[in-house]
């Protein structure tokens, strides 16, 4: 158990639908970043937060978001899905990004079915 | 921009026997480099990482990993593979002078034991 907590578990919704996935880092953990992995990309950075302020993106769609709220737990919100939007949806925590050296501890995921 | 590549989509190994998973990173300078493994319905837990200093690691479970800068490499071993140990393998890389950018994986590795 890496202390990363996601949910909902598995989350099936049709086309053109919203969703919110959720995530709470680590105690004592600042950062959080979100990733999507899917057969044909494989694993692919979406967006990081640090202490509540977006601090970079990878390649998320305009049509995804995501904040970090004062506790710390983060929502990436997913609009007009599509049915390439399928993936397991990973969250990842790290103490902050700085200057030192920095491992990121993953979530068990939500798997996100479009149909 | 980083990249990982993975050459093996997939191996087998009779139980018992050594492992050796190949990595192969692109950058500009010596990255932070790590290993995690992702068993089936499960989120990816770290294995190890290389971050400076002796470039032999040793991680979790029994594996190690050694980074080679003249063949930008950073392998992963263990010398008697378990039946437990079936499950997709990932190298990543992270930049250095900042952790605000995610990590980029290779496309994996699936290890399937042989008894």
């Given at each position: 158990d890496s202390g990363v907590t996601q949910t909902p578990k598995h989350l099936i919704t049709a086309t053109g639908q919203r969703v919110t996935l959720r995530c709470s880092p680590r105690s004592g953990d600042l950062s959080v970043y979100w990733y999507q992995q899917s057969l044909d990309q494989g694993l692919q950075f979406l967006i990081h937060y640090y202490n509540g302020e977006e601090r970079a993106k990878g390649?998320?769609?305009?049509r995804f978001s995501a904040q970090q709220f004062p506790d710390l737990h983060s929502e990436l919100n997913l609009s007009s899905?599509?049915?390439?939007?399928?993936a397991l949806y990973f969250c990842a925590s790290s103490?902050?990004?700085?200057t030192a050296p920095y491992e990121q501890y993953f979530g068990p995921g939500t798997r996100l079915t479009v149909t | 921009a980083q990249s990982v590549t993975q050459p093996d989509i997939h191996i087998t190994v009779s139980e018992g026997a050594s492992l050796e998973l190949r990595c192969n990173y692109s950058y500009g300078a010596t990255p932070y480099l790590f290993w995690y493994v992702q068993s089936p319905g499960q989120g990816l837990q770290l294995l190890l990482k290389y971050?400076?200093?002796?470039?032999l690691v040793q991680g979790i479970k029994g594996f190690e990993a050694e980074f080679k800068r003249s063949q930008s490499s950073f392998n992963l071993r263990k010398p008697s593979v378990h039946w437990s140990d079936a499950a997709e393998y990932f190298c990543a890389v992270g930049a250095r002078g900042g952790g605000a950018d995610g990590l980029t994986f290779g496309k994996g590795t699936h290890l399937i034991i042989q008894p």
């Open positions: 390649n998320i769609l305009e899905l599509e049915l390439g939007d399928s103490v902050g990004p700085g | 971050f400076s200093g002796d470039t």
